[in-house]
């Protein structure tokens, strides 16, 4: 089975020594029938006590409390996984399920509520304009069909750009702007999906790229459908989530699958920039 060494290292830099506040820390993919975590180590500077706890979603979060003022924040994580799942084509959606649109049963409609109400329901007018070259109410359409449809939508008619700024932009400002980042883009397919009342969801993690480049970290949009389980879609790549993907957190609000979030008090000029590097390769 495939295995592969991901390193990831964030540092914050300030100008004066600044005193660091509760931060939460998501680094460690998601162990599941596809993925196994062989090992797992972090480096952090400067020093703090380290508390993991699995949140509400069954994330890995470590819990980071420190000691003493800083200039530096820095975490280096190095992880080992082992792709288990080498195939990741097939869809086996429930045959009720096939033709949008659909019911969900009633347990599934229980378990997705959450899932399913929008995030920023002040965007349903911008979705629904969006959205009406893809699908008219009245239509009968198939299911996956339609999500790979929405999923290249955003692919051929929005311009990628990285954003370095925190947060991510509102559905119908990614629209209004014609563009955006990974981030902004799974949140729009989010929020279209919960739209047309799917549950859909936002995941952080990992992309392995093309031989010879550096990883990165990235972020896609899943999409549960009754039989086949929470399905992941990547409009940035126009791809689905495949064995290149690597899951780290999935959440309901984007902000709640964050790779590092947290405080820190001085002087509000302190803050002197942030640095990010990935690296994915494969382990013989």
């Known amino acids: 089975m495939p295995r592969l060494r991901i390193t990831h290292k964030t540092a914050y830099r300030y100008s004066v020594p600044v005193s660091f506040g509760t931060h939460r820390a998501m680094l ?29 979603e069954g994330n890995s979060v470590a819990v980071l409390t420190f000691a003493e003022p800083a200039t530096l924040l820095r975490l280096i994580t190095q992880i080992e996984v082992e792709l288990l799942d080498d195939i990741r084509i097939e869809c086996l959606i429930d045959p009720i399920a096939r033709l949008y649109p659909f019911q969900y049963s ?19 007018p911008a979705l629904h304009n969006w959205l009406s070259s893809l699908y008219q109410p009245g239509q009968l359409i198939d299911t996956y069909d339609l999500l790979n449809r929405l999923n290249t939508h955003i692919y051929q008619t929005l311009n990628y750009r990285e954003r370095y700024e925190p947060g991510v932009q509102l559905p119908h400002e990614t629209l209004a702007l014609g563009g955006g980042s ?37 972020a896609w949009t899943e999409v549960y459908l009754p039989g086949a389980g929470w399905r992941g879609f990547d409009p940035t790549n126009n791809k689905l989530a495949g064995i290149e993907h690597i899951p780290v957190a999935v959440a309901r609000e984007q902000q709640q699958a964050a790779p590092l979030a947290g405080s820190w008090d001085g002087p509000g000029d302190a803050f002197e920039g942030m640095e990010v590097s990935v690296q994915v390769v494969s382990v013989p």
Request: one cysteine or more.
């Open 28 to 56: 460690r993919p998601r162990a599941s029938h596809e993925l196994r975590v062989l090992a797992a180590s972090v480096e952090i500077e400067p020093k703090a006590d380290v508390r993991w706890l699995l949140d509400i």
């Open 106 to 124: 009633a347990e599934e409609q229980v378990a997705l509520v959450p899932y399913r109400l929008p995030s920023y329901p002040l965007d349903g």
């Open 182 to 218: 990974c981030r902004d883009y799974a949140v729009l397919m989010m929020e279209a999906a919960r739209y047309w009342g799917f549950g859909a969801r936002f995941v952080s993690g990992y992309v392995r790229l093309e031989e010879g480049q550096h990883g990165s970290t990235h």
